[in-house]
């Protein structure tokens, strides 16, 4: 079962305090379907301008059963580009610059061949947007949308509306008190539960994370990351999110023990996109890896169960 995901590409400059890269590919499409490719085949809806690098194409074709028919090349158009800084406590980001470039423009065309898809994905982007993504595939099975702080300022009726429409919402602990006026994160989740979804996952960063659905609940702590192998966070949330969606569709069912699981591959993917500049480490990586990374996760979690 494969999973269709839209969101950027984006040409990301990335500080850290101990290093800096300049015009690297990143995007949350880019990070997302490059996680979930370790489970599933990913089909990619996005659009960069005629400024994308060659290298980057090239990134995105090395990983297996990635499908760019979906990619749409705007040569007159500028790629997303967006720069952030590291600052010495490495859980914190300021963002140095954003450039949105085509994404300002129409939403790509997604290609006729993606339209059976089941497992649908909806990166960052306007709620609209998503919104209209959704419409191209009748089939679906399980929608899951991301969000941000920009649209609940600036576009609630819309992410409103999305959220009766999509299945699972993942978002951080931010975003959930911004949407819903709850700091506590399993309040926040059962208050957006009643916008629509049938489950909901908050991200808490080095907290971990925890998932309330119609079910019941579910929490999982973080990698235990050694501040020494954290390189370079950015992408963290948009890998989560592609292990998660990886593993439901190789799973193709949805109950709260596939959920957590799903949650716990996100959390190992997502430990390993960390320990390099942007796609660097998932590039060198084999599902033999991941598999390892994952068995030690529930090891040190005390979380055994299959
Ligand atoms: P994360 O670290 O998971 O928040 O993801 C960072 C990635 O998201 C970077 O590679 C950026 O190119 C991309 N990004 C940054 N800002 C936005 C935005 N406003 N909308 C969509 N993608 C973004």
Request: net charge negative.
């Given at each position: ?29 880019a ?67 954003t ?18 898809s ?68 399993v ?63 190789s ?39 991941l ?16």
């Amino acid at each position: 079962m494969s999973v269709v995901v839209t969101g950027t590409i984006g040409i990301d400059t990335v500080y850290t305090p101990r290093d800096r890269r300049d015009g690297i590919l990143g995007g949350s499409a880019a990070y997302f379907a490059a996680a979930a490719s370790f489970f599933v085949p990913v089909r990619l809806v996005a659009a960069v301008g005629g400024d994308w690098p060659k290298q980057h194409r090239d990134v995105l074709e090395g990983f297996k059963d990635l499908c760019l028919a979906g990619l749409d090349v705007r040569s007159a158009g500028r790629t997303f580009a967006w720069g952030g800084r590291y600052l010495d406590d490495i859980n914190c980001r300021e963002t140095l610059f954003t450039e949105v470039g085509v994404v300002a423009e129409a939403p790509p065309p997604v290609p006729a061949s993606y339209t059976d898809s089941k497992f649908v994905f909806l990166g960052n982007t306007h709620p609209s947007v998503q919104r209209g993504f959704l419409q191209h595939f009748p089939q679906r099975v399980l929608a899951v949308a991301d969000t941000m702080n920009l649209w609940i300022e600036t576009a609630r009726p819309d992410l409103e509306r999305l959220l009766g429409e999509v299945d699972g919402l993942v978002l951080n602990d931010s975003e959930a008190l911004l949407l819903t006026g709850h700091r506590n994160a399993v309040s926040a989740a059962r208050r957006v539960l009643e916008m629509g979804p049938r489950f909901v996952i908050v991200k808490k960063g080095e907290h971990g994370a925890i998932l309330v659905s119609s079910e019941g609940l579910a929490s999982i702590p973080a990698w235990p990351a050694d501040q020494a192998h954290v390189v370079d966070p950015t992408g963290a949330g948009d890998s989560f999110a592609g292990g998660l969606m990886g593993w439901l569709a190789s799973r193709g069912e949805f109950n709260i023990q596939v959920l957590r699981q799903a949650m716990q591959w996100g959390t190992a993917v997502a430990s390993m996109t960390i320990e390099r500049f942007g796609l660097e480490r998932l590039q060198e990586i084999t599902r033999e890896d991941l598999d390892l990374r994952m068995a030690h996760f529930r090891a040190i979690s005390g979380a055994n169960i299959n």
